[in-house]
């Protein structure tokens, strides 16, 4: 008997996969929480570059677009998809942008499609539709960067709405932006944000959205609770990737200076960052910087944490710390808060929509003096947290029961 329930077909460009199981966990999780109220169909697009004669072959055997299934549940269905796409066509659209640009110096616009290649994408994601074998009623693009023009082509396709949110950091303004992308932003439904900092980033690109609903970023409140595990020294932690956005340099900074200023002891941890394949960098020289610091032997490595042992990682903690130049709406934060953690961090943006004196504190982008300050102002006791507190006011906000009836409500507006 067919399902009853409305089907939705997420695009994404991170997901978690044998080689990777990290990238993207938190979309699992999110898709996981969508499939209990719609039938769900996740696909993981990538884009592949081939010469055009093996191409020619590919198109000829089937085989340019690559639909391999990675998961399978009752109602949500996981894929992992590489669209094969000949260099020649690469090369000749770049010359175009570039042309094109100089030409006519487009506002904004860092780069321009041919007809010829939106044709390609165009017929490639309607072949896309077919091997699907099924009707969607809404298209969901999560991270629009990597997915909106892949969105906006597969709603066409389906002839329904799309929506889209956006969790990487924007480009500058008139360097990168892809006058494609602009148009697929511009053309979804509903723009979803996960923070304020991020509806700035978008709106400094020029693009003009036709709505745009505040969600911020979901946290599995049944998982990640406020239930202590007794230690004797305060001990803070920070669970990031090694990239320069995480900022690491001024973390060791800020526990160099706290190594310095505190009568207290501490113990630190550091978790996650050799966990992210090809995002983290550098990996060997960062312990090496650790094991050069003075507060090495007080520091605890973890280079990889699996999702299933990470609540547990954020109840042996005191405080959460985070030094980074740039986010979103930062995932690790987030869950350290749900496990009633303040958090100290940098204004790197997200943070700051709901981290207020009772959750924690909030310095400059490099402000190690003021953290590190900070950090030994709690050793010493001089400000103080409480744990339920902190995990009432985020569940209450980015819990699951608050993230969905946010989420269903601006899907059930499009879809009923």
Same mark, same amino acid.
Request: proline share 4%; with cysteine; aromatic share 10%.
């Given at each position: 008997?067919?399902?009853?329930?409305?089907?939705?077909?997420?695009?994404?460009?991170?997901?978690?996969?044998?080689?990777?199981?990290?990238?993207?966990?938190?979309?699992?999780?999110?898709?996981?929480?969508? /499939?209990?109220?719609?039938?769900?169909?996740?696909?993981?697009?990538?884009?592949?570059?081939?010469?055009?004669?093996?191409?020619?072959?590919?198109?000829?055997?089937?085989?340019?677009?690559?639909?391999?299934?990675?998961?399978?549940?009752?109602?949500?269905?996981?894929?992992?998809?590489?669209?094969?796409?000949?260099?020649?066509? /690469?090369?000749? %659209?770049?010359?175009?942008?570039?042309?094109?640009? #100089?030409?006519?110096?487009?506002?904004?616009?860092?780069?321009?499609?041919?007809?010829?290649?939106?044709?390609?994408?165009?017929?490639?994601?309607?072949?896309?539709?077919?091997? *699907?074998?099924?009707?969607?009623?809404?298209?969901?693009? +999560?991270?629009?960067?990597?997915?909106?023009?892949?969105?906006?082509?597969?709603?066409?396709?389906?002839?329904?709405?799309?929506?889209?949110?956006?969790?990487?950091?924007?480009?500058?303004?008139?360097?990168?932006? %892809?006058?494609?992308?602009?148009?697929?932003?511009?053309?979804?439904?509903?723009?979803? /944000?996960?923070?304020?900092?991020?509806?700035?980033?978008?709106?400094?690109?020029?693009?003009?959205?036709?709505?745009?609903?505040?969600?911020?970023?979901?946290?599995?409140?049944?998982?990640?609770?406020?239930?202590?595990?007794?230690?004797?020294?305060?001990?803070?932690?920070?669970?990031?990737?090694?990239?320069?956005?995480?900022?690491?340099?001024?973390?060791?900074?800020?526990?160099?200076?706290?190594?310095?200023?505190?009568?207290?002891?501490?113990?630190?941890?550091?978790?996650?960052?050799?966990?992210?394949?090809?995002?983290?960098?550098?990996?060997?020289?960062?312990?090496?910087?650790?094991?050069?610091?003075?507060?090495?032997? #007080?520091?605890?490595?973890?280079?990889?944490?699996?999702?299933?042992?990470?609540?547990?990682?954020?109840?042996?903690?005191?405080?959460?710390?985070?030094?980074?130049?740039?986010?979103?709406?930062?995932?690790?934060?987030?869950?350290?808060?749900?496990?009633? *953690?303040?958090?100290?961090?940098?204004?790197?943006?997200?943070?700051?929509?709901?981290?207020?004196?009772? +959750?924690?504190?909030?310095?400059?982008?490099?402000?190690?003096?003021?953290?590190?300050?900070?950090? %030994?102002?709690?050793?010493?006791?001089?400000?103080?947290?409480?744990?339920?507190?902190?995990?009432?006011?985020?569940?209450?906000?980015?819990?699951?029961?608050?993230?969905?009836?946010?989420?269903?409500?601006?899907?059930?507006?499009?879809?009923?």
């Amino acid at each position: 008997m067919p399902s009853s329930r409305k089907s939705i077909l997420v695009t994404v460009s991170w997901y978690p996969t044998k080689e990777n199981p990290i990238a993207g966990s938190f979309f699992k999780e999110q898709c996981q929480l969508l /499939a209990r109220d719609y039938d769900i169909t996740v696909v993981k697009l990538n884009p592949g570059t081939v010469l055009g004669v093996k191409y020619l072959l590919k198109r000829i055997g089937g085989k340019d677009i690559s639909l391999v299934n990675i998961g399978e549940s009752e109602s949500l269905h996981e894929y992992e998809c590489v669209v094969y796409r000949p260099v020649e066509l /690469a090369v000749a %659209n770049n010359i175009h942008s570039r042309v094109a640009i #100089k030409r006519n110096g487009i506002a904004g616009i860092g780069s321009v499609d041919t007809e010829g290649d939106k044709k390609f994408w165009r017929k490639h994601m309607e072949r896309l539709g077919k091997l *699907l074998e099924k009707k969607f009623d809404l298209v969901y693009g +999560l991270s629009a960067q990597g997915t909106a023009v892949y969105a906006m082509l597969l709603a066409e396709t389906f002839g329904v709405p799309y929506i889209l949110s956006e969790h990487s950091p924007f480009m500058i303004p008139g360097t990168a932006l %892809n006058d494609t992308f602009k148009m697929a932003m511009e053309r979804a439904d509903v723009f979803l /944000a996960i923070s304020n900092d991020k509806i700035r980033q978008v709106l400094m690109q020029n693009i003009h959205l036709k709505s745009i609903e505040y969600i911020g970023n979901m946290v599995d409140d049944d998982k990640f609770r406020f239930d202590p595990v007794p230690h004797e020294d305060k001990t803070f932690l920070i669970v990031a990737a090694h990239s320069f956005y995480k900022n690491y340099d001024l973390f060791i900074k800020t526990m160099n200076r706290l190594s310095e200023i505190s009568r207290k002891p501490f113990r630190v941890i550091i978790a996650g960052y050799g966990a992210n394949k090809g995002y983290s960098q550098n990996v060997d020289e960062f312990v090496k910087q650790i094991e050069g610091s003075k507060f090495s032997d #007080k520091v605890e490595m973890i280079p990889s944490v699996s999702r299933e042992e990470i609540p547990a990682l954020y109840n042996r903690a005191d405080a959460f710390v985070m030094t980074s130049i740039q986010e979103g709406q930062p995932v690790a934060p987030l869950e350290a808060s749900c496990s009633g *953690l303040p958090v100290f961090s940098t204004r790197c943006g997200g943070v700051e929509d709901y981290v207020d004196g009772s +959750l924690g504190r909030i310095v400059g982008i490099l402000d190690h003096e003021g953290l590190a300050s900070y950090l %030994n102002m709690f050793l010493e006791g001089e400000i103080s947290f409480d744990g339920d507190h902190i995990h009432e006011t985020v569940a209450g906000r980015f819990g699951k029961d608050a993230f969905m009836t946010k989420l269903t409500g601006i899907i059930g507006s499009l879809i009923g």
